[in-house]
């Protein structure tokens, strides 16, 4: 079953842009994780933020996470022509040690118009 | 090192032939795990591997799949009777999940599998 759901679903922004994107999911998680996927390719990931943190930096990324309203949200900050890919969500909703299982959304798919 | 490799990139197939597709993680990753990925969609969980053994087999489509891992290493997602509903792109990843549950996944670039 689908837990993330993503908006936009597209996004398209000039070069130098913010751009932010929104992720919303339906159980409790343990981690909610953000990946980054190129045409043709298989996903990077960019950032992990657990569940009992609200705010996580990496470079140009700045993820935020409201558990109380179930949502993340992605901002990349001053665009870039390579930043144009599909970035998706995915939560692990398992508690434990042991492997993940995540769950990811549809994806937001961006592009940056130089 | 060398990240996830998946073998064949590309793999056509007629309707009613059995597949194999091959995966081979990052050396002493622990956790395995098999994603499909149709056009235009996120991922879809399939199966995952802890060690040799797989403790969720629930995201497996049909019984005509099957998947198996051998010496905590290479694993092998296995299609029988393909139907064109099965074209999709099948994605494999790995983890280091000794650490605990917050470690990322680190994919491959999958195989691209379409049933003619």
């Known amino acids: 079953s689908q837990q993330g759901e993503e908006d936009p679903q597209a996004l398209s922004i000039q070069e130098g842009e913010n751009a932010t994107m929104n992720c919303s999911y339906k159980t409790s998680i343990n981690n909610l994780q953000w990946y980054r996927q190129n045409s043709g390719r298989g996903l990077v990931h960019l950032i992990l933020?657990?569940?009992n943190e609200r705010e996580k930096h990496s470079g140009r990324l700045r993820v935020t996470l409201d558990t109380s309203k179930k949502s993340s949200s992605l901002l990349i900050t001053a665009s870039r022509a390579a930043d144009t890919a599909s970035y998706f969500c995915?939560?692990?909703?398992?508690w434990g040690q042991g492997a993940q299982k995540l769950v990811f959304g549809q994806g937001t798919r961006l592009t940056i118009n130089p | 090192g060398a990240g996830v490799s998946q073998s064949p990139s590309n793999k056509v197939t007629e309707k009613g032939k059995d597949v194999e597709l091959r995966c081979d993680p990052i050396?002493?990753?622990?956790?395995l795990y098999w994603y499909r990925q149709r056009l235009g969609q996120g991922l879809e969980f399939l199966i995952y591997?802890?060690?040799?053994?797989?403790?969720?087999k629930s995201g497996l489509p049909s019984d005509r799949f099957s998947a198996e891992r051998t010496g905590e290493s290479v694993s092998t997602l296995t299609i029988q009777r393909t139907q064109q509903e099965d074209s999709a792109v099948y994605l494999c990843?790995?983890?280091?999940?000794?650490?605990?549950?917050?470690?990322?996944?680190?994919f491959g670039d999958g195989t691209r599998l379409s049933i003619l």
């Open positions: 995915a939560t692990d909703a398992g």
């Open positions: 990843a790995s983890s280091a999940s000794r650490g605990g549950r917050n470690q990322p996944q680190h």
């Open positions: 591997f802890q060690g040799n053994s797989a403790p969720d």
């Open positions: 050396s002493g990753h622990t956790a």
């Open positions: 933020i657990r569940s």
